[in-house]
């Protein structure tokens, strides 16, 4: 029961937020992408992976924007593999 009222909530609470400003779970862009949280936290202590938002010592998240800018930068053309 409980799960599904934060469920609700959080479902309420992003329909109340642009979509640009909605900030992704770790979980998410790892989902997305393909790789594992394991990846990420490599990826974030060399610099090379999508801008975070640190909360707290356990908590991150990813704002949309950014994480769709860092997607746009790393978009390559079928022909430049030629």
Known sequence: MRQRVRALLREKLELR??????MLTTFEVASFLRVSRDTLSD????????PFVKLSRRIL????????RFMDQ?????????
Request: charged share 30%; proline share 10%; aromatic share 10%.
């Open 17 to 22: 937020l642009p979509e640009s400003v909605r």
């Open 61 to 68: 998240r990813y704002p949309r924007r950014g994480f769709e």
């Open 74 to 82: 790393r978009l390559q053309s079928a022909s430049l593999g030629r």
């Open 43 to 50: 990826w974030r202590a060399s610099g090379a992976g999508p």
